[in-house]
């Protein structure tokens, strides 16, 4: 059930609805940006299309993903020319406004990809071809991902950063900076600020030691999710809890062929189930026809293990089968500037892993009320803990696997570079909302 908007999110619907500018509708987490959004397009008069950077991330507002929604191929798109079928090109020709949900995962190319697409299907050469951009996401959340070292050469020869903020459409174009500034996922005053500090990098010694002191507790050993910074984390309490199943462990191999760069794989090569296992999926479901039985990131559990694995999501049991991936490789020439693609190798696997834990990344999003924080030796990414930390929606929800240390509390150059030009320093002091 949705809550009804508070005044703020109301009047940042309006400057939507009855306005054309591009909005980039940021906040802290659970300020209910993705709430407004799922609001919006419900209640919009307007031709609106809702798409997000991840699986997880276009389900939570019933988008498509980025890549789905434009038919574009993975990694650096560059200037490479963009296939666009009849289709495609009416459906872009029909939108007024593109809204994109957890921007701050999409890279500048992406960004400007989006913009070429736009203008190409529209024969338009106006910013976005003359689409209305809505943008939501907190920059002090998951940044883009970095790609291999030829996509990050490029980012470096081509951006200022990898930042969407950074797409070279936004020197033609105008982006209006919209803040929400009251939380909603977290109630108490004391957690909404110690988050805030977190976001911002101004932990004290007094927030650290309180958090720590909440934190240190026993977790209970059913029911708790962990949010760990590390693959490997995720793979060991997965592990030890498939363990403890009962029941016969089957086992299913991974097909291989070509070189995945070492063990750089998809999915698991040896993929560990039990009847009862919680299990996620890894990609979208591409066989059923129309409406998406699972996406990247659906929970479910497995009821019965034949040639197939049978996965119960949401109340219905489906069918599941494996599926291939294909790594395709760029290379950057720093000479001529560009890319080219070649796939080099497949993988083929169930799309399932254990899902007692899951990584921070694919926490993103989500309300839980209670995990168990695991920042393995250090967080290694800016936003890492903020992100773990702002899933809980009360303080005695949080158990953490080792106490919070300064070198786990990191804030990006650039994201304080850009909300500093867009005049908004941090809101430490005021954060008793
Ligand atoms: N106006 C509101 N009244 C009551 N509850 C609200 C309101 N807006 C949002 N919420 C609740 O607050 C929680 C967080 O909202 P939401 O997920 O939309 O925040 P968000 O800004 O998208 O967070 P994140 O940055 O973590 O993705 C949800 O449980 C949501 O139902
Ligand atoms: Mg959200």
């Keep these: 059930m949705a809550p009804a908007l508070s005044r703020e999110q109301q009047a940042v619907f309006d400057l939507i609805e009855h306005g054309r500018d591009h909005v980039f509708v940021t906040g802290r987490a659970g300020t209910g940006k993705s709430t407004l959004l799922n609001h919006l397009a419900w209640n919009t008069e307007k031709q609106l299309v809702i798409c997000a950077p991840t699986g997880v991330a276009a389900l939570n507002v019933g988008g498509q993903t980025i890549h789905s929604l434009f038919r574009l191929p993975i990694g650096v798109i560059a200037d490479h020319p963009i296939d666009q079928s009849d289709e495609l090109k009416k459906l872009l020709n029909t939108i007024d406004t593109l809204v994109v949900d957890e921007v701050s995962m999409v890279n500048a190319d992406l960004m400007d990809a989006i913009d070429r ?6 024969k338009r050469q106006t910013p976005f071809g003359g689409v209305q951009v809505v943008l939501f996401g907190d920059p002090y959340q998951l940044a883009p991902v970095p790609g291999s070292t030829e996509e990050r050469a490029y980012f470096a020869d081509t951006y200022r950063s990898m930042w969407f903020f950074d797409a070279r459409v936004w020197r033609e174009a105008e982006l209006k900076i ?11 005053s004391e957690f909404k600020y110690m988050l805030n500090a977190v976001r911002h990098g101004m932990v004290t010694k007094q927030i650290a030691d309180r958090l720590n002191s909440v934190g240190a507790r026993p977790a209970p050993s059913d029911g708790v999710i962990t949010l760990a910074s590390r693959n490997d984390a995720v793979t060991r309490i997965n592990q030890s809890r498939l363990v403890r199943l009962p029941g016969r462990m089957q086992t299913a191999k991974a097909e291989i062929s070509g070189d995945f760069g070492g063990r750089n794989y998809p999915a698991e090569e040896t993929l560990d189930l039990k009847v ?57 020439d720093p000479a001529t500037k560009k890319l080219s693609k070649d796939v080099v190798a497949e993988f083929t696997q169930f799309p399932l892993r254990l899902a007692w834990a899951v990584t921070i990344h694919k926490s993103q999003g989500k309300t839980y009320d209670q995990a168990i924080v695991d920042l393995g030796a250090r967080a290694f990414s800016p936003g890492q803990t903020y992100v773990a930390l702002s899933r809980i929606t009360a303080l005695d929800g949080l158990y953490l696997s080792r106490p919070l240390r300064p070198s786990d509390i990191m804030v990006d150059r650039d994201v304080e570079r850009f909300m500093a030009d867009a005049g908004r320093a941090p809101r430490v002091a005021q954060t008793a909302t």
């Design 117 to 122: 697409s736009l203008r190409q299907a529209r």
């Design 276 to 332: 009862g296992a919680q299990v996620m999926f890894l990609r979208n479901d591409t066989q059923g026809q129309g409406e998406m039985r699972w996406v990247n990131g659906s929970i479910g559990t497995v009821t019965r293990i034949a040639s197939n694995v049978h996965v119960e999501v949401e109340g219905t049991v489906h069918e599941v089968e494996p599926v291939t991936w294909e790594r395709h490789k760029y290379s950057y």
């Design 178 to 188: 919209v803040e929400l500034v009251e939380v909603h996922r977290q109630h108490e």
